[in-house]
């Protein structure tokens, strides 16, 4: 009996140890998984946060790229291409010279340099006939201080021969004396009864908007001095806004440079407004400005008498 109780106590005794090392081992084994998981739940988190991050930074640098292409292309379209697009807009117009022809105007005109190479003048002068006439020639002569055009000579005396009334023009340069240019324009150009008056061709602005003003003034004085005629002051229509704004400059003739457009603003005075740079003509090779005068045939007449020239 004594051994049956202690074997049955025995086995309940070894019946007991099992099953609580079995909640011993269940309860770390429940820790651990629990552990697990929580580690599990941070690194998604992380990963989650991660991700976020990464679709945050993405988002920012796919702005960026944007609004940089955006800039660059308005910049591209502003700058270069819109300008142009006058030149692809249908003319409703007359076209003559391979462009568009303002309305409005009696004589157009042309100018040159040696950038047109040699001319053909006998077949040129076919076009002082046409429709839109070309009645008049202005040529460049010389460029700052020591620089004549090397098909100056050629192209005015030819030029003349075919019955153009012709103005001789200089290009302006502001880090150059004005008086060294002055004497150098009136050394190399002979104005003729019935030339056109003198042009003095400024458009680079130089270091100082009040020393570009005051010497062009004194360019000017020496050579209307000189000639007895008073100088036209070519330029384009945006340089003549910004740096030629002193009334001074109000007593002058303007040629104005304004392209693609179809006119000219009211507020802006010229004499003769250069419309393209885009004409072709038979006789010249290349590309050729073409210009208009504003006024009659009387008015273009009084203005190439050899005489001071008043302002209208």
Known sequence: MSALVGSGNKKKGVSKRPKTGKKTFYSSAKGTTGSKKSNKRKSASRAKSGNRHKDVSTLLHCTGVFLFLLIVGFGTYYFLFRPYFYRWKPCYGSTEYDICIPHGYSLYGIDVSHHQDNIDWSTVSMFRESDYPLGFVF?????????????????????????????????????????????????????????????????KKGANKAALQRELLVWLDIVEEYYGIQPIIYTNYKFKKRYLDNPQFDRYHFWIAHYYVDNIDKDCDWIFWQFSDR???????????????????LEFNELTSARTVKKR
Do not use: M, W
Not at 288 to 293: E, L, M, Q, R, S
């Open 139 to 203: 040529i460049k002569a010389t460029e700052g201080g020591n620089h004549k055009d090397t098909r100056y000579e050629n192209n005015i005396e030819a030029a003349r021969s075919q019955g153009f009334t012709c103005g001789s023009y200089h290009f302006y340069n502001p880090g150059t004396s004005p008086n060294r240019q002055a004497e150098f324009f009136i050394k190399n150009v002979t104005v003729q009864k019935g030339d056109l008056p003198p042009v003095v061709d400024i458009e």
């Open 279 to 297: 004409g072709r003509i038979d006789g010249i090779k290349e590309h050729t400005d073409i210009n208009v005068f504003r006024g009659s045939i």
